[in-house]
């Protein structure tokens, strides 16, 4: 029965909280390009994040978690930062980490390579190009 997968074959759905849809909407959907799959108002905002579905989900009080909800696996991570950064989008810093990068880009000792940011709720997201 351990080897018997469960779940390992079904498709993930990931969820984000929000509190405020309008902004969320203009974000993921303007900002980062996801496209929106469906508006189930008051419940969520469903995103399409290459085939896995994102429900951006409303709450009418939120604390951002301190690490990572949300991250892409990117071809090319500068690519990416700058286009982000050209849509206005900030780059977070963590001392020690990535601080002398101009980009905001950490060099993981596996060979990743990571940058983090913000959406307009406070929850940090990343795009991470892995070592190939």
């Given at each position: 029965?351990?080897?018997?997968?469960?779940?390992?074959?079904?498709?993930?759905?990931?969820?984000?909280?929000?509190?405020?849809?309008?902004?969320?909407?203009?974000?993921?959907?303007?900002?980062?390009?996801?496209?929106?799959?469906?508006?189930?108002?008051?419940?969520?905002?469903?995103?399409?994040?290459?085939?896995?579905?994102?429900?951006v989900t409303n709450v009418h009080e939120h604390k951002p978690a301190p690490f990572t909800v949300l991250g892409w696996d990117v071809e090319n991570i500068e690519y990416?930062?700058?286009?982000?950064?050209?849509?206005?989008?900030?780059?977070?810093?963590?001392?020690?980490?990535?601080?002398?990068?101009?980009?905001?880009?950490?060099?993981?000792?596996?060979?990743?390579?990571?940058?983090?940011?913000?959406?307009?709720?406070?929850?940090?997201?990343?795009?991470?190009?892995?070592?190939?």
């Amino acid at each position: 029965m351990a080897n018997e997968s469960i779940l390992g074959k079904s498709k993930l759905v990931a969820f984000v909280a929000v509190t405020d849809f309008a902004r969320a909407r203009a974000f993921y959907e303007g900002t980062l390009g996801l496209h929106l799959a469906s508006d189930e108002r008051p419940f969520a905002l469903v995103f399409d994040a290459n085939g896995t579905m994102v429900r951006v989900t409303n709450v009418h009080e939120h604390k951002p978690a301190p690490f990572t909800v949300l991250g892409w696996d990117v071809e090319n991570i500068e690519y990416t930062v700058d286009r982000l950064a050209g849509a206005g989008v900030a780059f977070l810093r963590y001392p020690g980490m990535n601080d002398s990068d101009p980009r905001g880009i950490w060099n993981a000792p596996s060979g990743a390579r990571v940058a983090w940011f913000h959406d307009p709720d406070g929850n940090v997201l990343s795009v991470t190009e892995f070592l190939r």
